[in-house]
């Protein structure tokens, strides 16, 4: 088949899940056209049966905001001609979505089908999709899309609570492709960073305010106190600083890496003994995913879909949105002793395994031949 997906390029989850379905459909023999405004981070290779669409967006001295959306329908229309589309599937419903409908238009008049299915990430519909600005435009492109996916229960659910949608709306998940992760993690790594063995604590996000990332740093200093740890952050965004200061005025710069933003996660991960997750909200959590691949148990909050992901006592612990208190507490019952932390990890790898690309991919594909022949 020949697929059209648009997605956000930038770090974040549904750009991540976006990219990985491309090339792992690629693989399978499809041709994917990616439409985006830039190349997405993790396709900055040359990959056979992929291929890449930049959205130009022409500025002018009258527009106060460029009119985004208008240049990616147009390449949509562009590429869904020229490149004999069967279909888009877009990532992200705004403005995404709209999109897809309005170019879905344009192509009719000229003989042209371009079904499109539409994947909810989460802050389109929890955070930014409710909003009364978008609200109207979005529950019409939801419901015109030939096929709606949420990467959740909770997303779904969610959904049909804020928005009127008479599509059903199918639950896929979140995936990670197994045989990517490191089984064991590199010792001059992990020495390079706990050079006394300490035990190392993890938390990968874009540092939005939805990631909490405040209660990361105070999670770990209440634990602290009681075994000898270093926390790794990985990523940046807006609250970066914050967490910067707050490590001066605790005086724990030393004991805190941070990082910055990394193309792949997945050697810095292997070395890490806890990954947390304090989020005020997350549809699926692939950062927790990510986390029990590598066989790094998860200590979350239990919003959104992460219940869906952490199993609670298995693969790590959930606490409600700030209790650092109690984060601090499961995390210290993880670690305390050897043999706990390894089953711990093994069962966060073995659980992991439920949501590989193997098992998803053929999801999305049936989706596709599905509206492909209606
Ligand atoms: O979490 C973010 O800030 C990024 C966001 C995105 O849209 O890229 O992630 C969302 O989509 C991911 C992939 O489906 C989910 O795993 C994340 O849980 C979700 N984030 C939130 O719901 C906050």
Same mark, same amino acid.
């Given at each position: 088949?020949?697929? *059209? ?6 770090? *974040? ?5 976006? &990219?990985?379905?491309?090339?792992? $459909? ?16 993790? $396709? !900055? ?13 022409? @500025? ?44 879905? +238009? ?13 994947? $909810?990430? *989460? &802050? !389109?519909?929890?955070? %930014? ?14 419901? +015109? ?12 659910? @969610? ?40 035990? %190392? ?8 305010? #939805? ?5 990361? $740093? ?17 990523? @940046? ?27 792949? &996660? ?31 148990? #998860? ?11 952490? %199993? ?24 305390? @002793? ?7 990890? /093994? ?8 949501? /590989? ?18």
């Amino acid at each position: 088949m020949n697929i *059209g997906i648009v997605c956000y390029p930038t770090f *974040g989850g549904s750009g991540v899940v976006a &990219t990985e379905l491309g090339k792992a $459909l690629a693989e399978k023999g499809h041709h994917v056209h990616f439409i985006t405004y830039k190349m997405p981070f993790r $396709l !900055d290779t040359i990959i056979p049966n992929v291929y890449y669409h930049e959205v130009l967006i022409s @500025d002018y001295d009258l527009f106060d905001y460029a009119p985004y959306e208008l240049s990616l329908t147009n390449k949509m229309v562009d590429v869904a001609l020229h490149e004999n589309l069967d279909l888009m599937h877009v990532h992200y419903a705004i403005p995404h979505a709209s999109a897809a409908y309005t170019a879905k +238009q344009i192509l009719a008049e000229s003989g042209k089908s371009l079904p499109y299915i539409t994947t $909810l990430h *989460g &802050t !389109d519909i929890t955070l %930014i999709g409710k909003d009364p600005s978008y609200k109207e435009v979005i529950t019409f492109a939801l419901n +015109q899309s030939d096929r709606i996916t949420a990467v959740s229960e909770s997303l779904r659910k @969610d959904t049909l609570m804020h928005f009127v949608v008479k599509k059903d709306i199918q639950v896929v998940p979140n995936f990670i492709c197994a045989e990517n992760y490191i089984e064991n993690p590199n010792g001059s790594l992990r020495s390079t960073y706990a050079p006394n063995n300490e035990k %190392i604590i993890m938390h990968v996000s874009n540092f939005r305010e #939805v990631k909490r990332v405040e209660d990361v $740093l105070k999670t770990f200093l209440i634990l602290r106190k009681e075994i000898s740890a270093r926390l790794i952050l990985v990523g @940046d965004g807006p609250d970066r600083h914050k967490i910067e200061e707050l490590c001066r005025e605790e005086g724990c710069e030393d004991d805190v890496v941070l990082l910055g933003k990394l193309t792949q &996660t997945i050697s810095i991960r292997s070395i890490a003994d806890l990954f947390l997750l304090p989020s005020q909200t997350e549809s699926f959590g692939l950062a927790a995913l990510e986390a029990c691949a590598s066989g790094v148990p #998860v200590i979350s909050t239990n919003t959104g879909g992460l219940p869906e992901v952490n %199993i609670h006592g298995e693969t790590g612990f959930l606490s409600d949105v700030g209790d650092v208190d109690d984060m601090a507490k499961n995390a210290l019952t993880i670690l305390k @002793d050897e043999e706990t932390l390894k089953a711990f990890k /093994d069962r966060a790898r073995e659980h992991s395994r439920k949501f /590989d690309i193997d098992k998803v991919l053929p999801l999305y594909e049936k989706l596709y031949e599905e509206v492909v022949k209606s």
